[in-house]
C-alpha cells in the first residue's frame, strides 16, 4: 500500500516535524509514506492550481474538509480494508491551507472526511492524519494500540 499526505505549507517547528518523522517510521512496516509539500499561494484558488497538479494520477483521493463526513479511527479502518479489497493500493491525503482547500480539490476527491469539529493548523492536522492512518493500520492488523 502507498499513502500520499499532500499538504500546503512547509512544518517549520521543529518538534512537529520529529512528530510526524516517528509516525512515518511507525508506518513503514505497513506502507510506503510519501509527504508533498505545496507552497502556500496568495489565494485558495492558487493553492488549488497547485493541490490538482501535484495528486498523485490513479490515487484514491481523500479530502480533509470540516464539510466532510465525520469519520472515527474505527471507519478509516474499515475505509482502507474496504477500498483496498476493491483494488485501490494508492491513497491521496489532501490537507489545505490556512483559508481551508479549494472547491475543486474537494470535487476532485473521492472521499472528502472531517476529523474534527474542531479546526486544527494545517501542521497539527499533518500530525494527526499520520498518527490515524498508523491507527487504522494496527486496527486492521488486529494489533494492540487502539482501545
Do not use: W
Request: proline residues 1%.
Amino acid at each position: 500500500m502507498k499513502i500520499t499526505i499532500l499538504a500546503v505549507g512547509k512544518i517549520k517547528e521543529k518538534y512537529m516535524r520529529e512528530a510526524i518523522a516517528d509516525y512515518s517510521l511507525r508506518l513503514s512496516k505497513y506502507c510506503k509514506l510519501n509527504i508533498i509539500e505545496a507552497p502556500e499561494g496568495l489565494s485558495v484558488e492558487k493553492e488549488g492550481d497547485d493541490l490538482l497538479r501535484l495528486i498523485p494520477q490513479g490515487s484514491y483521493v481523500i479530502a480533509l474538509d470540516l464539510r466532510g463526513t465525520m469519520v472515527s479511527s474505527t471507519d478509516l479502518a474499515d475505509m482502507f480494508r474496504e477500498t483496498t479489497v476493491a483494488g485501490e493500493s494508492h491513497f491521496t491525503f489532501i490537507i489545505g491551507g490556512s483559508d481551508g482547500i479549494d472547491r475543486r480539490v474537494i470535487l476532485k476527491a473521492n472521499k472528502s472526511i472531517c476529523m474534527s469539529k474542531m479546526t486544527f493548523t494545517h501542521q497539527m492536522a499533518r500530525l494527526i492524519i499520520c498518527e490515524q492512518i498508523y491507527r487504522a493500520m494496527k486496527i486492521n492488523g488486529g494489533e494492540k494500540y487502539h482501545k
